[in-house]
């Protein structure tokens, strides 16, 4: 379970206050209008950001002292998900050892990853010879092999078309979904989340919500939610 | 390790090298104070025609980077390595090259005469002016351009979809970052000028505080004297780097994959007449240095080949000394790293170089460390430069990169290995192309500390000069040119080859 | 770097061991154009060591006043056996150090002075002159020179020797007038170069006029070049002279055979390697006389030299003198 405890973020003049906890092997949406501190948040989560007060906690560890790379925590951002100088295997295989040389049995598993993402076959290429789609599915592969139990997703597919984003968002939830693993993804379209997000946590005016399940919140928005949804 | 860690150790070394070396010289001094009514007049002109030359160096860059930011042409890639090679030249033989375009009997003298006009005078205020314009407006075009190259090429064409002002939008925040750094590095440059100075100024009035420093320690063997005129060097030096440290914004750019796109502002007559002057400005007197040269091929002794060798062993080491330290600095960061960065600039190599000596020489032969001393020294003079090149990479890779690696618990060697050096490669490769050049063309301290042998290049084409050969000399000027150009070209070109996306 | 030094220093201490082993070694300290394969050096080393039973060492130390800094810097411990190369004006600070003794050595000179100097031995000499082209009519003073159009290039008195020689050259022929005389020269002057070499390039690329450089460099340019077109312009109230001396350090542990170096100096076979390798008149005339070409040569009617303490005494206020008239 990851729990918010009397979270407090302050950039600049933004601040952002968070009390909730998310069950986990849910998958949570992060609504809200641009600059309300969604991404902030993940930040936060992910380790990138100190918290001016409260914890964040994962089953019930405090991960304050944790560098990103020690959290419990698999991310995507926006944008620079791949190295662009290393090949898309080489890419995944960091997610297993910084060697860039694989054993045998570690070769087998990035090819495991690229088969479930669609990808056989491509591990040589460079991110930049691969479509936009392509380079998401590389991306997703290498959260899949990092197999942390917390993935926070930072609008990855933002840069996608809808149909392409669709079709990520439905794979996101089939590879990474199930398994236990507690999913966070930010967007900017709240009916294309309820998709595949059963709760959603509303960031809006400093706060974020606790999570509510996702059909009840759209269907019967509270006055803040129904003015960013544009009724 | 963490990658802070050899940096501190990095800035130590320097500090402890320039303030060293001002000590054990000021230490061997008598006692004695103040500064002569000579070396105030010394400190005004030195300040003033760096002010004028580092000004005019950057304002002319600006419009040449941008034009050749935004046009690609055959030979573009040509130009931009030549555009390098002025800055790279031995003094003496830079001053040959603009003498045979602005001298009395240079090509422009010639043109004007043709219309009844008197020939150019280039010595004076402005000769200085103009030897120093010649020697830095290609380092400045190659600062500006690199950081044209790091705006995204996707923001330009989103720029210009959008009909969005671009010199408002993309180029002013790149200027205001790129502008300042260019600006101190030739302003300093330009303040511890010496022979420029003296051969182009005209007389005493274009005294340099090197130049007194120079008189000082040989002249007057005046060592207290050197030492003070030293610190105000370095003191002259600190106040602009803290200047600078304060103007400077840190680099908001972001990454974007490194590829080409056209763009679709700008005239092309324009562009194509600046990147024309700018190539004119610097090509031609090159140009008089390679006939000039060609001809004197025939006379160059064989005891040039050898030399060559030594220059070229002491300025790949020089190199590698220079890169590791430079990279130490910048993986660090930080004022302690800048100023370590910076501070090299204000070295008169004769006095770290009288320091050393002073230092070595109860212990050991300082003959036998003529050729170390000389990389040693070469590679502290070319640290600025390395790390105004590898500073602003540095920042782009971890701005575009540094989550990623954090959140794959990349860090250590391994960051370095796999996410920093590949994604500064290019950098890596311009600045050390820019070490090794300077330290081949670099007479510095090698002059006190040299024995029978022993003897780089450009010492032997000055002691060819001493001896009437000056025809030898411009040949042995031209071999070392071309080695410049080649050990830089090959450097900046492992940068860029073969870099993967 | 690390790979090839090395072996390379190893090299050099291990032959300096065995030559101290087996033959003694004599190392002198000297200006930069004395050593080259075009230089005096090599065939007076060659003919010493054929006598001697020992090893000549050079150490070119730049020009005579790095030489004399070096030697300042290294004090009493110096490697040096002997310095070559300091002239008149280097001559009192150098004195003043203690670290040269007397040599003891006689020889006949044919110098334009009488020389009775204990401790520094001349060996070559030369007059300051401006050089130029046959074709350019030629100023008799450094008032025809100063009224006239010409441009001539100069070295600075602070760092160069022949430019420091023209100061003392003003200040000698024309005493409390020198300020008059360098106000009235400083529209000639085209630039003042750090050294030599820089102002002698000017001249040659056909910026100036004329250069400052020695009544012998002539003979350079018709004996090695045949080019008989540059000419040294004679002055009227006579050229300064600059004699170039060697001498012994005090901390030599080779006294005898440093003597036995400097009498070889002086003696017929080096001194008739000079004037055609350093282009300065040898200090004892040779036998066989001077080389073909060197009687076409200027002969100034006076030569001028201050003493070397005179020279020092002078040199701050000539100096300022000099700098203030060239900075209006």
Known sequence: MLALEGLRLEQGAFALKADLTVATGAIVALIGPSGAGKSTLLAAIAGFLKPVAGRVLWDGVDLGGLAPGERP???????????????????????????????????ARVAEVLGRVGLDGLGDRLPGDLSGGQQSRAALARVLLQDRPLVLLDEPFAALGPGLRDEMLAL??????GAGRTLLLVSHEPREAARIAGETIFVAGGRAEAPAPTEALLADPPPALREYLGG | MSLRAPGLTAAAFILVLLFGTLAAVALRAEPGAGLAPADWAALRFTV???????????????????????????????????????????????????????????LLSLVLGWVGLPPVQIYGFHGVVLAHVFFNLPLATRMILQGWLSIPAERFRLAASLGAPIGAILERPMLRQAVPGAFLVIFLICLTSFAVALTLGGGPRATTVELAIYQALRFEFDLGHAARLGLVQVALTAVAAALVWRIAVPDAMGAGLDRVVPRWDGSRGVDAAWIGLAALF?????????????????????????????????????????????????????????????????????????????????????????LPVTALVNALLALPFAVRVLAPAHERAEAGFGRLADSLALTGTARLRLVLLPRMRRALGFGAGLAAALSMGDLGVIALFAGTGGETLPLAMFRLMGSYRMAAAAGTGLILVALSLALFWAFDRGGRVDARA | MQKTTLPVAG?????????????????????????????????????????????VEFVAAGDGASLLSRLLLEGPQSEADIVVG????????????????????????????????????????????????????APADFQALAESDLSVVIQDPRSSTPGLGLLMWVKAA?????????????????????????????????????????????????IAEEDASKVAWAFDEGHYMQVEVAAMVAGTDTPDLARDFLAYLVSDPAQSVLPTTNWMYPAVTPEAGLPEGFETLIAPERALLFSAEEALSIRDAALEEWRTALSQ
Request: proline share 7%.
């Open chain 3, 86 to 137: 300091l002239d008149t004006n280097l001559i009192a600070r150098a004195r003043e150090s203690g670290l040269i003794a007397p040599h003891g050595v006689e020889a006949d000179f044919d110098l334009p002075i009488a020389w009775d100097d204990p401790d520094f031995l001349p060996y070559d000499w030369g007059y300051f002159a401006f050089v130029a082209d046959a074709g350019t009519e």
């Open chain 1, 73 to 107: 925590v698999a991310m995507l951002f926006q944008e620079g998900n791949l190295f662009p100088h290393l090949s898309v295997a080489e890419n995944i295989g960091l997610a297993l050892t910084p060697r860039l040389r694989l054993s045998e049995a570690e070769r």
């Open chain 3, 11 to 55: 090299l050099l201490i291990a032959s300096a061991t065995l030559a101290a082993a087996e033959t003694p070694g004599l190392t002198i300290y000297t200006y930069d154009s004395f050593v080259p394969d075009w230089g005096p050096g090599p065939a007076i080393a060659a003919g010493f060591e054929e006598s001697c039973g020992c090893e």
């Open chain 3, 174 to 222: 024309h005493g409390a007038d020198a300020p008059a005389i360098w106000e009235g020269l400083a529209d000639n002057i085209l630039t003042v170069t750090p050294g030599w070499s820089e102002a002698y390039g000017l001249f040659l690329e056909g910026e100036a006029d004329a250069v400052l450089s020695y009544t012998t460099s002539p003979a350079y340019h018709l």
């Open chain 1, 172 to 177: 996101t939830a089939e590879v990474l979904g």
């Open chain 2, 48 to 106: 003033s025609q760096a002010l004028v030359s580092a000004g005019l160096s950057v304002a002319l860059a600006v419009p040449v980077a941008r034009a050749l930011a935004r046009r690609s042409f055959p030979g573009r890639g040509l130009l931009v390595t030549l555009l390098g090679a002025p800055f790279l030249l031995p003094v003496i033989v830079a001053i040959v090259g603009l003498l045979a375009v602005f001298g009395r009997n240079g």
């Open chain 2, 282 to 370: 610097l090509l031609v007197p090159l140009g008089a240095i390679g006939v000039r040269g060609a001809a004197g091929l025939a006379d160059v002794p064989a005891s040039i080949w050898p030399a060559a060798l030594r220059s070229v062993s002491v300025a790949l080491v020089s190199t590698a000394l220079t890169m590791a330290l430079a990279l130490a600095l910048v993986l660090r960061g930080g004022r302690l790293a800048f100023f370590a960065g910076v501070l090299p600039l204000a070295a008169s190599a004769l006095v770290v170089g009288t320091g050393l000596f002073i230092v070595v020489r109860p212990f050991v032969n300082p003959t036998v460390l003529a």
